[in-house]
T-cell receptor
Framework: AQSVTQLDSHVSVSEGTPVLLRCNYS??????LFWYVQHPNKGLQLLLK??????LVKGINGFEAEFKKSETSFHLTKPSAHMSDAAEYFC?????????????FGTGTRLQVTL | GAVVSQHPSWVICKSGTSVKIECRSL??????MFWYRQFPKQSLMLMAT?????????EQGVEKDKFLINHASLTLSTLTVTSAHPEDSSFYIC?????????????FGDGTRLSIL
């Protein structure tokens, strides 16, 4: 079994300040972890992925995340928020159990960026 | 990178109509595709796993006779909402994973907004 908990449903930051979106996971298998972003009425775009290589993962648009097994966390960070970062962010876990491995989604964090 | 195209992006139709949504992998072959449903301000819920050349695997609580899935080729899966009613109104999203890449991310379409009047 696997699950994902996104600790904040809504985060608001000022433009130019750091972003932290928190995610904790549980998995019976060695997991793969992903962060996706969704803009209104759009599908999901992959920001970054962890698949058992380096624990600090760099993604697109300046985002990065660190896999911490001892804390079962995979928090998403960005040093300086931009207005275009305002969107819904999903932390996702996948158990590596074959080609049809299912994804388990967190409930999402809405990021608001203010001037 | 891998691209998944979903069509149509928006559908409005009368109650009782059947609606077909297409999901295509444009630059890779996908033996497995996934269909999700998303309610407003909520996360994605997996409806079914679409397998090329065989029957789809439905999640618990999803009516297979209501949501017909066909995966006739390695690049196309379709979801047909049969006899749609207002409660079927939702945002439907498909995804696909490149073959042999079980630990790699799924690539998502842009979704279909279905509104049943």
């Amino acid at each position: 079994a696997q699950s994902v908990t996104q600790l904040d449903s809504h985060v608001s930051v000022s433009e130019g300040t750091p972003v932290l979106l928190r995610c904790n996971y549980s998995s019976s298998y060695s997991p793969s972890l992903f962060w996706y972003v969704q803009h209104p009425n759009k599908g999901l775009q992959l920001l970054l992925k962890y698949t058992s290589a380096a624990t600090l993962v760099k993604g697109i648009n300046g985002f990065e995340a660190e896999f911490k097994k001892s804390e079962t966390s995979f928090h998403l960070t960005k040093p300086s928020a931009h207005m275009s970062d305002a969107a819904e962010y999903f932390c996702v876990v996948s158990a590596n159990t074959g080609t049809a491995s299912k994804l388990t989604f967190g409930t999402g964090t809405r990021l608001q960026v203010t001037l | 990178g891998a691209v998944v195209s979903q069509h149509p992006s928006w559908v409005i139709c009368k109650s009782g109509t059947s609606v077909k949504i297409e999901c295509r992998s444009l630059d890779f072959q996908a033996t497995t595709m996934f269909w999700y449903r998303q309610f407003p301000k909520q996360s994605l819920m997996l409806m079914a796993t679409s397998n090329e050349g065989s029957k789809a695997t439905y999640e618990q609580g999803v009516e297979k006779d209501k949501f017909l899935i066909n995966h006739a080729s390695l690049t196309l899966s379709t979801l047909t909402v049969t006899s749609a009613h207002p409660e079927d109104s939702s945002f439907y999203i498909c995804s696909a994973r490149e073959p042999g890449q079980s630990n790699q991310p799924q690539h998502f379409g842009d979704g279909t907004r279905l509104s049943i009047l």
